[in-house]
């Protein structure tokens, strides 16, 4: 499984920005693809995850409302939409792969894209 995240940025408190990343070489239909963080100097976080099998979709709960998880029509990307930012979601986002449900532990995940920063400035 490859995977490939990008559009992080810099945006202010209150913008938006949409992450995606590019995932292909599945070998079986039922997997989930996740979206983790990691700020400096704080452990690693699930924010959102996807089901491709039932399109499941879970999010932590300080993203619930206002980040939203999809899939595109062939479901080769995942995107995170992520709306009224503030300086606690600055981090590195990271996208993860592997072949469960939906989940926002990051030890179950195998295969991950490398990082993509965003930088909120208050």
């Known amino acids: 499984v490859q995977l490939q995240a990008f559009g992080g940025g810099l945006v202010q408190a209150g913008g938006s920005l949409r992450l995606s990343c590019a995932a292909s070489?599945?070998?079986?239909?039922?997997?989930?693809i996740g979206w983790f963080r990691q700020a400096p100097g704080k452990e690693r976080e699930g924010i959102s995850c996807?089901?491709?099998?039932?399109?499941?979709?879970i999010y932590e709960d300080s993203v619930k409302g206002r980040f939203t998880i999809s899939f595109d029509d062939a479901k080769t990307t995942v995107f995170l939409q992520m709306n009224s930012l503030n300086p606690d979601d600055a981090a590195v986002y990271f996208c993860?792969?592997?072949?469960?449900?939906?989940?926002?532990?990051?030890?179950?995940?195998?295969?991950w894209g490398q990082g993509t920063l965003v930088t909120v400035s208050s």
């Open positions: 996807i089901s491709n099998s039932d399109g499941k979709r």
């Open positions: 070489g599945f070998a079986e239909d039922d997997y989930a």
């Open positions: 993860a792969a592997d072949y469960q449900r939906s989940s926002l532990v990051h030890r179950t995940f195998s295969s």
